[in-house]
């Protein structure tokens, strides 16, 4: 039997979904609406879709939160997006709290460490390579610079450099939740989260960041599902489009390259196959990839699930 992700009624799903948001407001949560981050990719669009479905674009509240590193587009999908759906909207552009809390500084600080050099006019991103002429070796994380003049180069970041730069980027996400959470309150509104199956079980998010929030309506379905899904609602072609992205860095980045190691389609038939217990020889075949290969595969998500239990989790308290 060939590895395969469960099949997914799609229109079935989206009702499902619909009434779950309905219930979860009325019931459960005693919110009037909801408020989500809109970035321009199909996570969030999906989400407001299904919202102005299930609620009427009246009581969805969208946030569109551009910085100045990050110039991908998505602003523009966004708008588009929010335009279409007719849902109230607002652009707030954090980039005057994230210097004033010092996420460009500190960043860039880590960074001069490796390139001295480092400065206005250059950009950078982190990206995640495997360990190993092979590719079955630990994995480590390499800093991609770009100079003014367009010279790239790439160096493998010892662990305190990699975990300042991430540090200060976390800032990023941890503003937007916050302005999300103050519109929210203001509207006796709840937050909706975007994650999807991937990022929720993978640990792909911030804790007090993106992982925060009242309801998250589709961290049950795999990327490819969310796809379907997206069809399905009629998100438009320019956000299907896209690769999935991490918006964080001042160059162009995918998620495939900073945390998963493998295309969506890829990482959600690893996912799934590890969960219901496929043996590893038919995960090999289904990602046509080599025994030792998976074998790191499957330990990194191993590991990924730890980190996304932590971060979910409450705080630690005496019992």
Known sequence: MSLSLPPLDVPFESNRIERFLVDALARRLNRRGVVLGVSGGVDSAVCASLAV???????????????????????ERALDLCRQLGVRHVVEDITESL??????????????????????????????????????????????????????????????????????????????KSLEYFHAERLNHAVLGTPNRLEYELG???????????????????????????????????????????GTYSLPQTQEEFYFALPYDRADLLLHGMTVGVAADEICRALDCAPPVVDRLRREFTAKRRVAERSLGEALVVE
């Open 53 to 75: 479905r299930a609620l009427g674009p009246e009581r969805v509240f969208a946030l569109l939160m551009p910085e100045s590193q990050v110039s991908d587009g998505g602003t």
């Open 204 to 246: 792909f998010f911030v804790r007090g960041g993106d992982g925060l929030a009242d309801v998250k309506p589709i961290a049950h379905l795999f990327k490819t599902h969310v796809y379907s899904l997206a069809q399905h609602l009629d998100v438009p072609d320019d956000i299907r489009r896209q690769a999935p992205s991490t």
């Open 99 to 176: 210097e004033a809390i010092g996420c460009y500084r500190r960043a860039e600080e880590a960074i001069r460490r490796l390139v001295p050099e480092f400065g206005p006019g250059w950009r950078h991103k982190i990206v995640l390579a495997a360990g190993g002429h092979d590719g079955t070796g630990l994995p480590f994380f390499s800093l991609v610079v770009e100079s003014p003049d367009g010279a790239c180069t790439s160096q493998r970041m010892p662990a305190d450099v990699y975990l300042q730069v991430v540090a200060a980027t976390n800032f990023k996400q941890r503003v937007r």
